[in-house]
């Protein structure tokens, strides 16, 4: 009996350890022609409503094809039930920025969100010319900032409600406090700010861009930087792996 509530506790444990880590979105920017294709399952499918597709070789063989932002191009995903995450919430990609022009308040955006919910850029000359930051709803505010170089990296960022995290590389370079908005809705974006009058485009590559519901551990992290999204076990919906693999399969075909 004792082994047998010890079983089901590690079971029920492991079941929330999956709902916290859920994938919603994930962009390899491979294979497609017109669109961009979400391949987490979700039906998160991204459409063009500035510029148009350009692929290019990503950062290695295996990693494929990445996504070219030139400045011009934007990719619109509708909002959704899987994206209207209340709480907990992480983003991973790759990036490799290809200038560093503009000035005093101009944040070209890697991801925005209608709304200014989800705001992650590279600055140009907001808080410090060169840098990462982040922005979600005002909770956190533009405050902090990481250094970013012009060569390939694997940026993250997580939210477990009350703190922030942002990785490079692997590595937690900054955390800070906030909440974030009480509601994340509207229609997501990457590569400008949702504002398209700002002309805040971002200019560079991006690979690899996936959302989950739920903050990733720092071993997580380093897991989808190493492994890949799809190499990662718990990136799954909260009923089974079986579930999540179906829903895969589905969208991969």
């Known amino acids: 009996m004792k082994y047998f509530l010890i079983s089901i506790v590690c079971v029920l444990l492991f079941s929330i350890n999956i709902v916290a880590q859920e994938l919603v979105l994930y962009y390899p920017f491979d294979g497609d022609k017109d669109k961009v294709s979400d391949k987490s399952g979700k039906g998160n499918d991204g459409k063009f409503d500035a510029g148009g597709l350009k692929l290019v070789t990503s950062k290695e063989p295996n990693l494929g094809q ?10 619109a995903v509708e909002n959704s039930k899987s994206l209207a995450i209340n709480g907990p919430i992480s983003f991973a990609f790759w990036t490799k920025k290809s200038d560093e022009i503009g000035g005093t308040g101009t944040l070209p955006r890697i991801i925005s969100r209608q709304g200014d919910l989800h705001e992650l850029a590279m600055d140009s000359g907001h808080i410090k010319k060169g840098t990462f930051a982040i922005y979600f709803g005002g ?8 250094p970013v170089d012009m060569d390939w990296h694997h940026i993250a960022v997580t939210s477990d409600g009350s703190e922030f995290h942002v990785y490079l590389d692997g ?4 955390q800070v406090k906030g909440s974030g908005p009480a509601a994340y809705t509207g229609t997501f974006y990457v590569g400008s700010r949702c504002d398209l009058t700002s002309k805040e485009f971002y200019n560079g590559l991006v690979d690899e861009l996936a959302i989950y519901s739920g903050a990733l551990t720092n071993d997580k992290v380093n897991e989808i930087m190493n492994g890949g999204v799809k190499g990662q076990l ?3 919906s909260p009923k089974s792996k079986l579930a999540y693999t179906w829903g895969f399969l589905k969208s991969e075909h």
């Open 234 to 236: 718990l990136a799954v």
């Open 139 to 146: 909770a956190p505010g533009w405050t902090m900032c990481m």
């Open 66 to 75: 990445a996504m070219s932002f030139d400045g011009t191009q934007r990719i």
């Open 171 to 174: 590595k937690d370079v900054f």
